[in-house]
Every structure is written in structure tokens, then in C-alpha cells.
């Protein structure tokens, strides 16, 4: 049912699966960027996955060509959804905790919401509006503690520079959300996911050529293990569930619904990583839930003006 106001069964069933996968993966990338560089961790996990997805399709007997005249938006998608995202939000990541990371990488929605009233033309609803500010108020706890030291005192400058990159990372992330579904690329989901992560693993691929060269010793076991997470899981079907759930309902609603990823990330972070939450990422947590609960429950509809159709299509 697409643009539904409501995420249906399947739809719920993605965001879980989304939920779980990315955000257990925030502990599991700041355990493996401490042993495989960077680009080079993010160029392998999205070649080799935009290679698996591809070859399922092909398999399915599905057509990889890509639609005449989409190609340069479909790399504009690849460009701020996939790209930007992945390179900023790694290095923000090797910059913070990785809880943190999380909840600050899933600001998308506050982006995503604004664009989509702008370029999309999505009614600005009062619950929406609401949820909204939900979201704002758990930026506001998680960036609120380094602002006050940067201007009472010594602040420490790499928290700073790592929540920057992740909120950078997610703008980016939620303007090629917001162009995927204003484009309504006609390609099979499967597809379109494949080449966005076969596209985008070319140019960081080089970048990681440039900046990471050689890597000096094998990773450990554990973090090998991880790789192969990210690369059957964390990119080959969550990608895979986001490019779906984008096209089911208004991005205004897939995007705050998604805000349950980052509590997910930051309960994986005290089990696996030992990271001890302090009262910022409690206060973001409960905020985030708030978000999420209004723009899911309540009222009969989202209300979403029908976004305007692409000439092309």
C-alpha cells in the first residue's frame, strides 16, 4: 500500500528487522575501525555487498539495466544517501562513542522531515511537528554537555568534530532520502539497492587507496566476523529494507519511525562495548521514544499532501 500514513505489517516488520540490524552494528563498526581503516572497512562491506544484492537479482531474473534518463539521479542518490553518509558517519563514529554516534547519526528524521515540506510538499502536521521537536530536545541533550564546556571552558574538541560529522552525515543521508522518493526511480527495489551500494563503493574505494593504503597487520577473528556481518546483513538487507520502507509511506514518517535504530544502538553499545550511558543519552533515549510514539500512534491520519509526480516518470 504505498504512501500509506501508517506503516502496515510489512512495513513494521522492516523496521524491526532496520532496528535491530544497524543498530546493533554501531558497536560492532567501533570495534572493527579499530583494526581495518576506515574507507577501506566501508569501500569492502558496500562493493561486496552491492555485488551480493546484484547477483540475487540477477538470479531472480530480474533486469539490472537501469532506466533511461534516471542515471544521473540515481547517482545523486548514491552520491548523499550512501557516499556522504558512510564516510562521514565512520569517521564520526572513530571520533565517539559509539552510542552516541548513534543517536546523534539518527537526527536524519529532522532533516528528512524539513525537505520533505519543501521539496516534496508534505503537509507539516501537528503531530509531526511535535515529534519533531522530541527530536530536536535529544540533539539538544547529546550536543548540549560539549557546547557548554566550548563556551565555559577546556572542551574536548574530538567530541565536537565527531558530533558535527554525524550530524553533517545525517543531512546528507536524509536529502538523498528525500530525493529517492522524490524521483520515484521506476527500478525494482533489489536493484536500485544494488547499484547504489556497487556505485558508491567505487569512489571511496579510491579514497581508501589514497588515505588508508596497505593495511599493516590482519584484522582479529571477531573483527572479520563483523565484517561479514555488515556486509550480509547491516548492508545487503538493511539497505535493502530502507529503500523498501522509503516507498511504502511518506519519508516523514519512515524517517521519525526509524529513530528506534539509535536506542537499539545504544543498548548493543553497553553489552558489547562496556560504554556506560550518562544522564545526555538517557534524556536523548526518552525523547527519541516520545518522537516515535506520536508520529506512530494517534489520530487517524499523518496527513501528507500527494508529493508532486517527476516529469520523467
Same mark, same amino acid.
Given at each position: 500500500m504505498?504512501?500509506?500514513? +501508517? ?5 513494521i ?8 540490524g544497524?543498530?546493533?552494528n554501531? $558497536?560492532?563498526?567501533k570495534?572493527i575501525i ?7 572497512f +566501508?569501500?569492502?562491506c558496500?562493493f ?8 540475487l537479482?540477477r538470479a531472480?531474473?530480474l533486469s539490472?539495466?537501469?532506466p533511461?534518463? *534516471?542515471v544521473?539521479?540515481?547517482l545523486w542518490v548514491c552520491?548523499?544517501n550512501i557516499v556522504?553518509?558512510?564516510?562521514m558517519a565512520?569517521?564520526g563514529?572513530?571520533l565517539l562513542p559509539?552510542?552516541?554516534s548513534?543517536l546523534?547519526g *539518527?537526527?536524519m ?6 525537505l520533505?515540506v519543501?521539496?516534496l510538499?508534505? +503537509?507539516?502536521?501537528l503531530r509531526i511537528g511535535?515529534a519533531l521537536?522530541?527530536g ?8 548540549g554537555e560539549?557546547?557548554i ?6 572542551f574536548n ?9 554525524m550530524?553533517?552525515a545525517?543531512w ?7 530525493l ?5 526511480i ?5 536493484v536500485?539497492t544494488?547499484?547504489l551500494l556497487l556505485l558508491?563503493s567505487l ?6 587507496a589514497l588515505?588508508?593504503?596497505a ?6 577473528t571477531?573483527?572479520l566476523?563483523?565484517?561479514?556481518y555488515?556486509?550480509f546483513?547491516?548492508?545487503?538487507f538493511? *539497505?535493502?529494507?530502507?529503500? +523498501?520502507l ?9 524517517s521519525?519511525?526509524?529513530l528506534?535504530t539509535p536506542l537499539?544502538?545504544?543498548i548493543?553499545?553497553? *553489552?558489547?562495548?562496556?560504554?556506560? $550511558?550518562g544522564? $545526555?543519552?538517557?534524556s ?8 516515535v510514539?506520536?508520529?506512530n500512534?494517534?489520530g487517524?491520519k499523518?496527513?501528507?499532501s $500527494?508529493a508532486?509526480?517527476?516529469?520523467t516518470?
Amino acid at each position: 500500500m504505498p504512501n500509506s500514513p +501508517r506503516l502496515s505489517v510489512e512495513g513494521i516488520l522492516l523496521l524491526i528487522g532496520l532496528a535491530i540490524g544497524w543498530g546493533i552494528n554501531w $558497536p560492532i563498526m567501533k570495534f572493527i575501525i579499530n583494526e581495518i581503516p576506515p574507507l577501506t572497512f +566501508r569501500a569492502f562491506c558496500l562493493f561486496f555487498g552491492g555485488l551480493g544484492i546484484l547477483a540475487l537479482a540477477r538470479a531472480s531474473g530480474l533486469s539490472l539495466a537501469m532506466p533511461v534518463g *534516471y542515471v544521473k539521479k540515481i547517482l545523486w542518490v548514491c552520491l548523499l544517501n550512501i557516499v556522504a553518509w558512510n564516510v562521514m558517519a565512520t569517521y564520526g563514529l572513530s571520533l565517539l562513542p559509539a552510542g552516541r554516534s548513534a543517536l546523534l547519526g *539518527y537526527t536524519m528524521p529532522i532533516w528528512t522531515v524539513l525537505l520533505s515540506v519543501w521539496v516534496l510538499h508534505d +503537509r507539516f502536521t501537528l503531530r509531526i511537528g511535535i515529534a519533531l521537536l522530541l527530536g530536536i530536545g535529544g540533539i539538544a541533550a547529546l550536543m548540549g554537555e560539549s557546547l557548554i564546556a566550548w563556551f565555559s571552558g577546556p572542551f574536548n574538541q574530538q567530541l565536537l568534530v565527531g558530533a558535527l560529522l554525524m550530524i553533517a552525515a545525517a543531512w546528507f543521508w536524509g536529502a538523498g532520502t528525500v530525493l529517492m522518493k522524490r524521483w520515484q526511480i521506476p527500478l525494482n527495489t533489489v536493484v536500485l539497492t544494488g547499484w547504489l551500494l556497487l556505485l558508491a563503493s567505487l569512489p571511496i574505494m579510491i579514497a581508501a587507496a589514497l588515505v588508508d593504503g596497505a593495511m599493516q597487520q590482519m584484522p582479529s577473528t571477531l573483527a572479520l566476523w563483523g565484517v561479514v556481518y555488515n556486509v550480509f546483513f547491516a548492508f545487503m538487507f538493511c *539497505y535493502w529494507a530502507w529503500v +523498501r520502507l522509503v516507498s511504502l509511506v511518506p519519508v516523514s514518517i519512515s524517517s521519525l519511525s526509524s529513530l528506534i535504530t539509535p536506542l537499539i544502538g545504544v543498548i548493543s553499545s553497553i *553489552y558489547l562495548l562496556g560504554e556506560q $550511558p550518562g544522564w $545526555p543519552e538517557i534524556s536523548a533515549t526518552i525523547l527519541i521514544l516520545g518522537a516515535v510514539a506520536v508520529v506512530n500512534f494517534g489520530g487517524a491520519k499523518a496527513g501528507k499532501s $500527494p508529493a508532486k509526480v517527476d516529469p520523467t516518470l
